[in-house]
């Protein structure tokens, strides 16, 4: 199975070749993946070197003169590092463009902790506007890379992995996935996180909602499925930044009793960075931890 990063060039290497409104801003990283790409579209396949703020101020002016751009690197470097010119060319000028990141939370922990953005969606979450997907299937992110191509004039940010669950599911862009039926809460687990939560809550009379599309958050289907059990305790599983959806949750159950806990990536620096199952094991992201904190949050006699 090739990589989502791997389908990403591939798709948008012919997406290049389909519509000539599409354009590829690169900073060193993914250069390869397109050097046919720009052979054949030198003026559409742009590589500014190591000056993510330019990667983000190229894409903003070629979005202004009538291009849809796709910018592409590091999340840390994507969305940390430039976010004033993401804030300003992008949202302020009132363009739009898509953002497609590598990396994450923990990616590849070898880079170390530049190479590392568990908050870049919680960073994003303070501008607005922006639509959010998190794929966990290589086959998903080529859907969603597609629809936000084609997104018209969208702000659009995809959040690529390593880390991938097993099979694909059919995703639209939009609503939260029913997968499991339970009587006990639910459970939100988005993109990457799917397999392990499966994994950990079988046995449990608990719903799970499978998202890919975060933003917007589908508070009608979380409504939907808490109310088809008979309390309202909402775990959420991201790959990122714990507690970065919970408000969404909150403001989804607003006028009933709930509860929400939210799982992710913690905020404490891990330095002796090993490799990603261990970061998973330490953020409590594996099988047994989400079990062990599933379990012991739902109500009695799940």
């Known amino acids: 199975m090739d990589t989502m990063r791997e389908r990403f060039a591939s798709v948008t290497s012919q997406l290049l070749d389909d519509d000539p409104r599409l354009a590829v801003v690169l900073a060193d990283i993914g250069v390869d993946g397109f050097a046919a790409a720009a052979g054949r579209h030198p003026d559409r396949v742009v590589n500014v070197g190591i000056r993510e703020q330019l990667l983000i ?55 170390g902790y530049t190479h590392m953005s568990p ?18 299937h290589p086959d998903e992110a080529e859907t969603l890379l597609r629809q936000a191509a084609a ?38 687990t988005v993109g990457p996180m799917l397999d392990n939560v499966l994994a950990a809550t079988e046995g449990l009379d608990v719903g799970v909602l499978y998202a890919t599309t975060v933003r ?46 939210g799982l992710g990536v913690g905020r404490r620096e891990l330095r002796r960075y090993g490799q990603l199952d261990e970061h998973l094991a ?9 079990r062990e904190r599933i379990a012991g949050f739902l109500p009695a006699g799940s």
């Open 57 to 111: 101020g190229v894409g903003s002016g070629l979005a202004l003169t009538g291009l849809r751009p796709i910018m592409h690197t590091f999340a840390s470097f994507l969305v940390e590092r430039p976010f004033e010119q993401v804030k300003l060319d992008f949202g302020h000028q009132g363009v739009g463009g898509v953002l497609v990141s590598a990396g994450g939370s923990y990616d590849w922990p070898s880079g």
């Open 119 to 136: 908050g870049d969606l919680a960073l994003l979450d303070t501008l607005d506007g922006w639509t959010v997907h998190v794929p966990g």
């Open 151 to 188: 997104a018209g004039d969208d702000k659009v940010y995809v959040r690529l992995s390593v880390q991938v669950n097993q099979a694909p599911r059919v995703v639209d862009g939009a609503r939260f996935q029913r997968l499991r039926e339970g009587r006990r809460g639910v459970v939100v």
């Open 216 to 261: 917007p958050f589908d508070a009608e289907g979380l409504r939907a499925a808490t109310g088809a059990a008979d309390a309202s305790d909402v775990v959420i599983v991201e790959p990122y930044l714990a507690g970065t959806s919970t408000r969404f949750a909150n403001d989804a159950l607003a006028d009933r009793p709930h509860r929400v806990l």
């Open 282 to 290: 330490a953020h409590g992201l594996d099988t047994r931890g989400l």
